[in-house]
């Protein structure tokens, strides 16, 4: 396994995909349901992520084959999507690629029943954001790479599920100033590696630059 490669992984994965943004939604989404219903809600959740990014990891490359997309193409126009998706974070303004607009977000707040594929799952937890990255990350299609990111994604959507069953706990000792540094800190993290995705796509498609 590259551990250079799973510390990045890791890093932007739970930037995206962080446990403590998602909570908030996943208590609005949750409320009024009894206690084991919503572990029940948070850890299928966290199954339904697992399924969608596996498939993503698996099959992301094989797509862009099909529609005749370089992974260095994807990787520019990635890059920029994740930036954007960072600087929204780091603003605190979010972003409609990865939370969605507000008249999808009033839609999924208030519909009623299982809300632990749509839209937790998908798009809150798997996402555009999501998705590039693992595309990204795993864009060289070895072995070590599917192991590195892999291995990344699987202690995120630990941490994840673990947050999700204990919602109700955490969310009262979280403060919404401690979430807003978290959230910032975390659209830091993933607008240097959006930067890096760039950089990198910019110099194979134009290798003068280098």
Avoid: C
Wanted: proline share 3%; no cysteine; charged share 10%.
């Amino acid at each position: 396994m590259d551990v250079a490669l799973f510390v990045k992984a890791f890093g932007a994965l739970f930037a995206i995909m962080n446990p403590f943004v998602a909570l908030p939604m996943f208590l609005s989404l949750t409320e009024g349901m009894d206690a084991a219903t919503q572990r029940r809600a948070g850890l299928r959740a966290a199954g339904y992520s697992v399924i969608l990014s596996v498939v993503v990891l698996l099959a992301g490359t094989a797509v862009l084959g099909f529609f005749g997309i370089d992974v260095d193409d994807f990787r520019i126009a990635g890059g920029i999507v994740l930036l954007m998706i960072g600087l929204g974070m780091l603003n605190g303004t979010g972003s409609s690629a990865h939370t969605g607009t507000a008249s999808e977000q009033a839609n999924q707040a208030g519909q009623a029943g299982d809300v632990s594929f749509y839209p937790m799952a998908f798009p809150m937890i798997v996402g555009p954001g999501t998705i590039t990255t693992l595309v990204l990350l795993a864009g060289d299609g070895s072995v070590t790479s599917y192991l590195s990111v892999g291995a990344a994604l699987a202690v995120v959507i630990v941490m994840l599920g673990v947050v999700l069953f204990f919602s109700t706990a955490i969310g009262h000792l979280l403060s919404q100033k401690l979430r807003s540094i978290m959230t910032r800190l975390m659209g830091m993290i993933l607008a240097a590696i959006a930067v890096q995705m760039v950089v990198a796509g910019l110099l194979v498609v134009f290798p003068g630059l280098g």
